[in-house]
Structure formats: structure tokens, C-alpha cells
């Protein structure tokens, strides 16, 4: 079969090989991938920036979608034929997070989707949605999950709600959607005012354009009476987190869930304090938090949206994509076969 | 100014009477009440099956709306013409709550809104959303912050969670409202036809109609592939108890919200523990229940679902219709300046 | 290996059989079992009260403890020679329960620990804390982990709490003990002063003999100068359940955790409304509630509290002393090799 | 009457003055002060560190413990004679923090306790536990209830759970103190062994002196046996932040509790995120925690520890004492009358 994986960092660097064909063993799966999604992640993984000692080569990619071509001895929870996704930490099933369950992180400390065929525990997969098609599954399980425990589980969000979503990234527009779905009102921001309308057509109730006025911290404040956000998305773009900070009510939240940029930032500890912010640190999530989220996403008919699919002869292309910050949602890989 | 007293139990006993013009003191607002709603508390208070031994003469209703007219001295909460509705429990601003807190029960332990003017402390009003109307308004106090409670803030409801309501009275139709607003999906019972379909265009995902099909609980598990419902909003029909921890999911919750039948239910207690069942006590809510409420109500728009417009002159047209059990949503009395 | 099973119902049926010495395959666990405890489901079972309708032959008991004899291929989380427990239901790692989850109990729906060799999944077994005995540590997984669950995971008890539990049997006293060990008060009743003595040489506040004095709740009510308890571990008793009712405070919690009666119980659903009760079937709980019982039972070096050891020759001695009502803590059956 | 004010920043400007004396008002209580206690936070005030532009003359201290010597009309939580304390934010009653509620601090944006007499509303008092004195009941209101919210009601102690505190000032010995008494494991950082001795006699199992050895979260690691702990009480050191996140378990909890450093910190926003840390501002807390806490400190016969006594007459004093870095627990100043 063939696969793509980084042999040295370097979008460039990305080689397409031939690889052994794999055989599930006892309580496994074989998947015929189908499509793959791209996270910043992927890209900083990549270019060497998200874990500088990762061992090479590897596969990259945590978010694939495919079908169960075989099973192994004793599987019980898919059949040949059904549609599933992988999780992105493959031992990260239920419960909180340790140090155990962090393990075995699909495109990162052990080799991810981006091939034609992958074997996973039986335990590792999940079904999906049945009105999804693979390139929309594929966007599910890094950042649909991501936003999901963000605004669901970790950030028990309710009708009435103010969230702030920065930017319009894959996290982004999952967090803009989710909260949609459950009352919540959204205020964005974004480089670019035809994006805002793009989000705007998605449910958004409010944008601004940080280029044309960078404060949209106070924007926030005035949208919402001076009281402030209920959750802001925190992305982790340069010198966000403390507009983030500035932008909450007394006892809101921050979702830390990604890291844009390089370096830590300097944060108001005083802030902190006298505004009572809960500042979490979301990664990603377990699988009950996927199915969960695909129990909702069913229910609503939710359309994880697409920005490109690119195909699986140029992989370096959807990386370009990534790279180009210009895309609105989620970057897709079609694997065909 | 005028008002309605219950000097003795019984519907027809009910008597319009002129009362002494109350003024606020320190502290206090007086409202001009321009419409009241009826529980089912009221018919049972009424009746004299609520609580045989309540002090008489009492004026009824929990739920009213007004206009502030007057505010005593030191007034900081509300200005005169600002539009109002008084809280259930005139004690229970916020927080979990307690005996002192749940002492001041409009049209319980103290007087109620049924009358043209009445004098409450500054702390036990709140504003109401400006979408609606006097009459609207008038249906949030009980039945709208229960449904909330019950759902919202003890029922921790999300998205793709699958909700049972019982008939289609005040709390049930509120309750329907909310979980839709929330990205659930709602199954509910009824003994009639026409209120399913009334229920269907707010929203309602399948109805049953159990007079037809007793078996609601085996209904709501084939609905659910087996598994069962997360929340049933428990009204306390009699004899539905039983079906409703019959229809959970293991580890779901019913939210026991009201009495309308009389005398204790035998439950299963077996049941109880194979489906780690949570069996909840809900009696309205905080000011802080209240308020959350009106903030999501705002921002969604909502409307709340009057029944019918009774007039002040006919008090107990409006317990009649409560009686009849044929209404559907809120029974509103008009009070008219 | 010799082990004991039940044939037919009833304890003079309980055999002690010969039974095919056990294999550990790919991910499984051979362990050697050195003691066993005896919880009332086990009696109920035996008697065929439990479930009458049990596939017989099965060996009986949950709760085990012993040493890792052999291991499959591919086990990492135990090694030959470590110390273990039994988890109650070998399906239930971690998060909330699911009916996959409670399927797997042992000594229920499929064999349990009465017998010289068990093989388990590597995942159905916990270390326990290093200071105790074979015969300590096989008290732990359905008293032990029922009690961490009802009043730590699920209910949330903190310091100054007040705590009811009822008897002296096995979830009761060690409810005492995990409530103690966090800066609660506990209220006990007994039918004997003589344990009621010994529960106060353990931590217990106050005691009661219902016996001499059946209205418990009022003695509560006195004890929490009229505010009700936070917290009643309920354990079934015949008619206890009201009396629990009626003992707790506004916002209170009753763990229904046991089933010692048979038959449905009525409740006052007004009693449920008016006091905000959470009633919560609590049915023993997962790996990861074991786990973090132990962290805190190793911490304190808390002794669970063994009522008497009995030998592996004659089982129905101990459950002839379960049937009697008169043990103290947990009956243990030791096993010799 | 005699009290002490800020004319002007800086210790040296404390100025014992004559004031008028207060009579309550409807609703209100004259509190006859004996004891008042000091905070890091009265130190900064009174160097304008903590809000330069806070109006002056302003009376310092928000702590303190005396009688009630006179109740305004209508009063009914409190009698002559009641001993009580005065709660932080004399607002925050109950429930979650707002605008409206974190206003009306003492020793703040409102004149502190630091006077013969003060004049409080009803429901800004509590009475404190009957085993304490005055000097004890003292240091309750700021530093008892921070350390309490921080790990009881925001925080979620659990026996079993480790526990790291920063220091043996006033929060950091009222968490050691509650932590212990819920069956929590304590290490503490001191840069002095006496002082570690002293916490030890309080139950601290292990501590370390970080001039000794600077690198205390690796200390912290080894000593979890490389899991890292469940709660950090950040008081705010210079340099503290980024090792209080390297000591954590992933998902554990960072309560930022003070401001012990000037100015904004680096935080490793990559650790927030692998770690899923929880960093959460608590400013104190509710009347309603005051009260739990109380119940707690009751029920548990808990002692605060005080540093040492200084009188009326010398306020200076015991402000330097706070400024020398030397004292453990809480110090305290006693008016004499």
C-alpha cells in the first residue's frame, strides 16, 4: 500500500512510499482509509516546530475516516463494512485524562492516517454519523472533539451563553457550530470580513475584523453590555490570550485548546484573580467525548464543513493550504483507491 | 384595588374583593400587575388538596407580570416603569436552597399576585425579556424556571440528549421548548391526537398517545434503539413514575417536578440501582434560575405558549380550564387597568 | 482447583467442586485467589432471590483478592507475583456506566471468586494498597468501592457533612470510615447498643437503636437542630426509605445503594419536591473509582474492618453468618493453598 | 470612637484618628470589633501596590471578629450579643460571583475593620464557630474562606488527593489545615526548615526548602512518584506560576489564590494543554462558602493558627510583621475596649 510520511521536518520533505500491507492481529481492525483531515498540528509537526525530537520517519495525520476492511481474532465492536473514524489518542476511551491514556497519539508519538490502509484497535475506532461522507468524517477527531469538550463537556455551556470563537479555523468553525446547536450566542473574529460573512451564514451573531480594530477584547465587552464572555475558544494566536483574558465576565472561561503561536505569553495574574477566570487546557478529548459529540452531530444533522479536498497524489498541497492560513474550516485529503 | 381571595376551599368559592392600596416602604417596589398565569399548585391550593391546613383567606398565583409603579426608599434593582415578573420563592435569590430560602411563596405561605397592585422587596422581581408581552411574561415565574432547573442548570442537559415530557401543560411545553433550544431531542406522551401535532410544530421529535398505547416506557425504549432516555421531566401524572424509570437509560435522571397525582408511589427500588438512576426533587428555582432563563429566552427569541386569555372578572373561568385538563401550555388571567 | 459453586438454590445446596485449572490467553491474567468476601447480594443470590432466574451452575462471589500467577501474552499491567483485587464489573473501567459496561459482574452474570484460580482480563484487576492483608483487601471491590462511589464520587461529601448510614454491615462501615476520613459527621442506627459502641470506637457521632426508638428521622432532625442530614447511604432496609426521606435536609441526597428488602417502596413524592431530594441508585461503581478509593485508603492506612474469617472448607458457614444480621463489617472467607 | 486610616501610601502614614460613631440603620448591625487580622493584600493597599488609585483616606483590613452591640430595624439574622465576623465582599451572599457582588469590599473599595466600631448590613455578618476566640475568628474572612473555596468548593478535595501549598502564610496554613482534615496528602515549600517543622506538627507529610533546593516541582514529581499533584495553591511567589503548572498531574488544578509577585508571568501555554491543566483565579468567596467552612471548622474543632498578637495601639506594627516575610499563619491585631 502507499502512505505519505516525513522522513526529515520540512513540508518538502514529504515522501510518498510503499509500505507493508498491515494484518489486524487479535482485537484489531484493518481500515481502508478513505479520507484524512489536517490540524495546525500536522503542520507544526511537520515543520519540526510541534516536537522538534520526534522520532522519524512517521506517518502524519491524526483525523482519517475509512471503512473496516478485516478484523482480528475476537473484535466485537465493528463488523467488515462499517464506517468508522480513529480517535486520536488511541488508549484515551473514557474518563479523565492521565498520563497512560495520553499515550498514543495518531500523527505524533505513534504513526497516523495519512495511508491507504492502517490497523487499530478495535477499541480506537468509533462509528460515525451515517448522513457524513468520508471527507466530512474525517474533520471530526482532533477538531470537532476538540470543540466539543471544550464547549460541552469541559465547558458546560448553556442556552444564553456568549462564546468567542478567534478566527475561523477548524476548532473555530466547530465551536461557532456547537454553540449554535445549543442556544449559545457567538462573536467572532477574523483577518477578514469575507469570512466573517462566511461564519456569519453559519450562525455567527456578531464579527469584527481584528485587522481593522486589533482591540476586539472591548468589542466584546461593548456586545455584551460590559459584562463580558461566558467561554472564549482560545486558538493561541501571538498576544491573544490576554485580550481572551480581558474579554470574560466575572467566572468565565478559556478554553486553551490550541497553540498557534510560539513561546509563552506573559498572563495578567491579577486579571485572573479578580475576574475569577477558569483557564483549562483542552486536548482534544476521550472517546465517549466523540461519541457523544457524534450522538448530537447525528441528531442535528450537523455538516462539518470543508474548506478543500485535496487529493492523496499531492499531500504537500493541503499542507500549503494549511500553511496559507486562508482557509475557512477544515483541509481534507481524499485517499482513493 | 381590587383582588381575588380563596376565604374558603373550592373553585366557587373564590371571591373578588377590594383590598387596601399597598405602598412600598424601604426596600420595597410596588408593581401594577398586568397579567397572572395559573399552576396547577393554584387548582390544588384552591381545592384545598395542596395544603389542607393553609392559612385563610389567601390571595392566589404565583406568576405575575407588571409594571413597577412606585419604589420605596433606598431602591436600587428596579425604576418606576421598569416591566417585572416576581419570583416564586420571594427568598431564594441564588444558590442552593434551604428552609429560609423557600419560606415566601407567592400564593402559598404568603398573598399572591391575583390583584390589580402588590408590594414585593426589591430583590424579588426581575426584569423580563423584552420580546414579550404582559401575558407571556406572566407564564415564566413557576412553570418556565422549573422547566429550566429541571433541564438547564440540575439536568446539565446537552446536545443529542434524548428528553421524555409528559402531557402538554405548562412545564411540559417549556420544557419541550428548552431541550429543542439545547439540541436535544424530545419524545412525549399525550392522551390526544390534535396536542401531539400542536407539540410536533414546536418541535416535539415523536409523540405517543397513551391512552392508545399505554406502554409509553417500552415506546420510548424501541425510540431510543434500547438504550433508553437521559432526562424524563417527571409532572407526576399518577402511575407514570414507574414508566419513567422505565424509560432511562442507565445513569439518566428523572426530574420530578410536580404532583398531579395524590399519594405516595411505590418505586422499584431494584430499578433504581441496575439503572443507577438519579430521581431528582425539582421545586422552581432561585432568582439566579430566573434570570439565566430570561437571558436565553432573550437571545432566542422564544415565546412562551399561552393557552388562553381569561379575564380578570372571571377568575375561576381560568381554574376551570385548568380543571379540564384540555389546555395546552400556559392559562393566563389579563388584568386590566 | 477445587472452588465451590451453586448447583440449585439455597445454601445447603452450595457444592465444592473440582473444577479444570484455568489458562491465561492473550491479555488475561491467572490469579491465585488467597481470600474472598461476602457481600447480601451474594447471600440473595445463593438463596435465588437476586435473580431467580441466574444460569446455574455459578460460582459464587464478587469480591476477591490474591497473587498474580501467570500471565497471558501481551499483559502490561500486571506482572507474576503482584498483589490483586477483582474489579465487580469487568467491564466497567472508567466514566459513567452503560449497559455494556454492567455487563461482565462477578458472581452474577458470570462466575465469581470462590475458587482457588481465577482468570481475568488484565483490565479486570486492580493493585491494592500494600498494607493489607489478603482478607482486607477482598472486602474491597463491592462494599468498599459502593461506599467511595455513594458518598465521594457521586456524593460529593465534604467536611462538616452529615452523614447517615444505617446498620453495621459491610457498606455502612466503611461509609463511616471514607466519611470520616473526610472531616464528616456521622449518625448511625443499629438494632443493637453493642454495635453501636463499636461503630462509635470507629469515628461514629452519634447512634441510635431503632429497636427502642423506631423514628430515627425525628432523632436526625434533632441532632441537625432541624435541618435534616446531607447525606443518608441507604442500604434498603424494609421501610427505611421514607424515614431516609424525612431525614434529609432541603438539597439532600439518599445513595440508594442496597436492596436488604424485597418489594417496591412507596415514596412520598411531595416529601421528594418540598425538600429538593436527589435520590441515586448507586450500583458499586468503575475500575477508576476502585483505583482512587485505594490512592486514598493507602494515604490513611485505613483497615477496613473484617467481621470474621472463615476457612475455604465450609462456605456456607459464612453465609450463614451474612443470613444471621448479626456480623459487624465484612464476612471473609480465606482461602488456603 | 478610635479607628486606623490611609491618609497617604505607606505604612509609615497609618494614622489612628477619632471617627464618629455609627448608628445601624434599618437592616443593618453595630459591630463592636475585637479582633482584626491582616492580609498580604492590606500590606499592598497600604503601600498602594494593590490599587494606587484607590480613594483615600480609606480604613484598612477586611477581616475581623466582634459582638453585636446594636441592630437596626427590622433585623432578624443576628441578636446583641452575637459574635460574628464580617464576610469579605459584603455583597456576595451566595451563588457564583458577578459585577454587583465583587463589589463592596472591606478594607477595599469600602472602609475595612480596623476601628472600635463598624456598621454592617444583616446579611453581611456570620457567626463563627463558638470554640474560637476572637483573635481566631479573626483571620476566618479572608484567608479561611480563599483557602476553602480554593479546595473545597471550587477545588473538589478528595481524600487521596495531593496537595501542594507555597509557603506557611495565612492561606497557605488554613489549606494545609483543610486538606489534612480531608484526607488529603500535603507537601509544602518553605525557605525555612523551622517553619517546615511547624507545618509538619500541623500535618504536612513532606516539605522542601526551596532555597535549598529551588527546583521544587521536580520534588513534587518525585514525591508523586512522577504523577504530579492534584491541586497547587499559587499564591503568587515571583516564579512560581511555571513550576506550580510542572507539578501538576494531567488534569489537576492550579487555585490562583494571591499575588505574592508585581506584574504579569510567562505561562507555558504548550503545559496548559499537554498537562489539561485547570487554572482557575478564586477571589475569596461567598457568604454562603464563609458559612460551610464554619460548619466545617466546627464540626472539626480546627484551630487557626495565629502568628502573633499585636495591639490596637500599634497597627504599624503588625503590618511590618506582615512586610518581614517571618510570621506563619495569620497575624492578628486585637482592639482592646
Known amino acids: ?188 473574529t477574523s483577518s477578514s470580513d469575507a469570512k466573517l460573512e462566511r461564519a456569519k451564514a453559519l450562525g455567527l451573531d456578531a464579527g469584527i475584523n481584528y485587522r481593522a480594530q486589533p482591540a476586539w477584547d472591548e468589542w466584546v465587552m461593548a456586545e455584551t453590555g460590559g459584562k463580558g464572555a461566558d467561554i472564549v475558544v482560545e486558538v493561541g494566536g501571538a498576544g491573544t490570550l490576554t485580550r481572551s483574558l480581558r474579554s470574560l465576565r466575572i467566572g468565565g472561561a478559556v478554553a486553551q485548546i490550541g497553540v498557534l503561536s510560539e513561546g509563552g505569553e506573559g498572563i495578567e495574574v491579577p486579571l485572573l484573580l479578580s475576574r475569577q477566570v477558569h483557564l483549562r487546557g483542552i486536548y482534544v478529548g476521550s472517546r465517549a467525548d466523540f461519541e457523544m459529540m457524534n450522538r448530537a452531530v447525528s441528531q442535528q444533522k450537523l455538516k462539518p464543513v470543508v474548506d478543500e479536498v485535496f487529493s492523496f497524489g499531492d499531500a504537500p498541497a493541503a499542507l500549503r493550504r494549511m500553511q496559507s492560513g486562508t482557509h475557512f474550516g477544515k483541509v481534507v485529503t481524499s485517499v482513493m483507491h
Open 1 to 188: 500500500m502507499k502512505g505519505w510520511r516525513i522522513p526529515a521536518f520540512g513540508i518538502e520533505k514529504l515522501e510518498k512510499v510503499e509500505l507493508p500491507d498491515p494484518a489486524p492481529q487479535r482485537g484489531e481492525v484493518l481500515v481502508r482509509v478513505h479520507a484524512v483531515s489536517w490540524n495546525y498540528r500536522d503542520l507544526m509537526m511537520t515543520l519540526g516546530k510541534y516536537n522538534p525530537r520526534m522520532k522519524l520517519p512517521r506517518i502524519p495525520c491524526s483525523d482519517g475516516a475509512g471503512e473496516v476492511a478485516a478484523v482480528g481474532e475476537g473484535v466485537t465492536r465493528v463488523q467488515v463494512g462499517d464506517r468508522v473514524a480513529g480517535i486520536f489518542m488511541q488508549n484515551w476511551i473514557d474518563g479523565d485524562a492521565d498520563a497512560a491514556k495520553t499515550r498514543g497519539a495518531l500523527g505524533g508519538d505513534i504513526d497516523g492516517m495519512l495511508r491507504e490502509f492502517v490497523v487499530l484497535n478495535e477499541r480506537g475506532v468509533v462509528h460515525f454519523p451515517v448522513h457524513l461522507s468520508w471527507e466530512e468524517a474525517a474533520t471530526l477527531p482532533c477538531a470537532g472533539v476538540t470543540a466539543w469538550n471544550a464547549l460541552v463537556h469541559a465547558g458546560g455551556i448553556k442556552a444564553g451563553d456568549t462564546v468567542v470563537i478567534l478566527g475561523t479555523g477548524g476548532v473555530s468553525v466547530f465551536a461557532l457550530q456547537f454553540a449554535k446547536m445549543m442556544g449559545a450566542r457567538v462573536l467572532g
